[in-house]
């Protein structure tokens, strides 16, 4: 599976943006996918992650009620729509395929991920 990420920039606190993430591979609909960030000097951490049909979504506390994860499995992509961005949303995001079984459970863990894109960075300015 190979995972292009795209759409990050550079805006104000407040404004929205909407990552996009392409995957290659006919098994794309049987993943959880996730969205994850990395900040200098941090470790990368979840963002919010999706269910193989969309039925499920989780999210990192730290967006939640701002991000909304949704996947369109006939074309093969998996979207973050960003709003009411933060400074503190600065970070390079990637999009990540599991390959772990799962009925419904979304997994947060950069272990659970097999995996990954290349990264889109997302600066936001106060």
């Known amino acids: 599976v190979q995972l292009q990420a795209c759409g990050g920039g550079l805006v104000q606190a407040g404004d929205s943006l909407r990552l996009s993430c392409a995957a290659s591979?006919?098994?794309?609909?049987?993943?959880?996918m996730g969205w994850f960030r990395q900040a200098p000097g941090k470790e990368r951490e979840f963002v919010a992650g999706?269910?193989?049909?969309?039925?499920?979504?989780g999210y990192a506390d730290s967006v939640k009620g701002r991000f909304t994860i949704s996947r369109d499995n006939a074309k093969n992509a998996v979207y973050l729509q960003m709003n009411s961005l933060k400074p503190e949303d600065t970070a390079v995001y990637y999009c990540?395929?599991?390959?772990?079984?799962?009925?419904?459970?979304?997994?947060?863990?950069?272990?659970?991920?097999?995996?990954w894109g290349q990264g889109t960075l997302v600066t936001v300015s106060s």
């Open positions: 990540a395929a599991s390959t772990r079984r799962s009925t419904g459970w979304i997994w947060r863990g950069t272990e659970d991920y097999a995996y």
């Open positions: 591979g006919r098994t794309f609909s049987s993943y959880v």
């Open positions: 999706i269910s193989w049909s969309g039925a499920n979504t």
